[in-house]
């Protein structure tokens, strides 16, 4: 089947700057995506979502972009704290509500 | 909300043993949904349940594992037997019924040796 994937799988940055994670995704009929947060030891979070007639949605110091044509999603975090530490990933769904989960990256954030 | 619980938290067993894992939804959800999540293949949907109802199992490894849901607010996964390479973290999730907001419990982590 078709797959989410991301381009990165470690970020790493210093605390106070801006971080984007990107994310690909492959099948064009996605009309929902999703970014969540996994935390060491826990399940992943809902952190923000965008549907396909969007291409930007803001949240609380996050912001992610959606570029249908090259089929491209990316999480920006502002100011960056050590608590954003986790792995992120990108979902998408093409309207079953079963969302398909990307691979994940680790975000490291330096005091 | 106490959101969604899962139990055990971590589980050792050696291969050949029945392993149950055990899910509580969130009150008022009726879809449930059971992950298997490792480092190689990232989370993998296993079974999804609507009002207690599989829905799809196409994504259950094999006929070793099997997923109940005889109420509203109880699932099981069960694996029989184990082997070492189900070693994973399994997550139940629950979410209102066709609609994404999907809460996550802590998971379990299963090792079996």
């Known amino acids: 089947g078709e797959s989410v994937g991301l381009h990165l799988p470690t970020l790493s940055v210093q605390e106070g700057d801006n971080s984007i994670i990107n994310c690909a995704y492959s099948n064009s009929a996605s009309d929902y995506f999703i970014w969540y947060k996994q935390e060491s030891g826990k399940g992943p979070q809902f952190i923000i979502d965008?549907?396909?007639?969007?291409d930007k949605r803001q949240g609380q110091r996050v912001t992610v972009l959606l570029n249908k044509t090259v089929k491209h999603l990316s999480l920006q975090i502002a100011a960056t704290q050590p608590g954003d530490s986790a792995v992120y990933f990108c979902?998408?769904?093409?309207?079953?509500?079963?969302?398909?989960f990307g691979r994940g990256t680790s975000l490291i954030v330096h005091p | 909300d106490a959101g969604v619980i899962q139990s055990p938290r971590h589980e050792v067993t050696e291969m050949g043993q029945e392993v149950t894992l055990r899910c509580k939804p969130i009150?008022?959800?009726?879809?449930l949904f059971w992950y298997r999540q490792t480092m190689m293949r990232g989370l993998e949907l296993l079974i999804y349940f609507n009002n207690n109802v599989p829905i799809d199992d196409s994504g259950m490894p094999e006929d070793r594992f099997s997923a109940k849901m005889p109420n509203a607010s109880f699932s099981t996964l069960k694996i029989q037997p184990s082997e070492p390479r189900d070693s994973a973290v399994y997550f139940c999730?629950?979410?209102?019924?066709?609609?994404?907001?999907?809460?996550f419990g802590s998971g379990t982590r299963l090792t079996v040796v």
């Open positions: 009150s008022g959800h009726n879809s």
């Open positions: 979902a998408e769904s093409g309207g079953s509500y079963i969302p398909t």
């Open positions: 999730a629950s979410s209102p019924y066709k609609d994404y907001g999907y809460t």
């Open positions: 965008i549907r396909s007639n969007m």
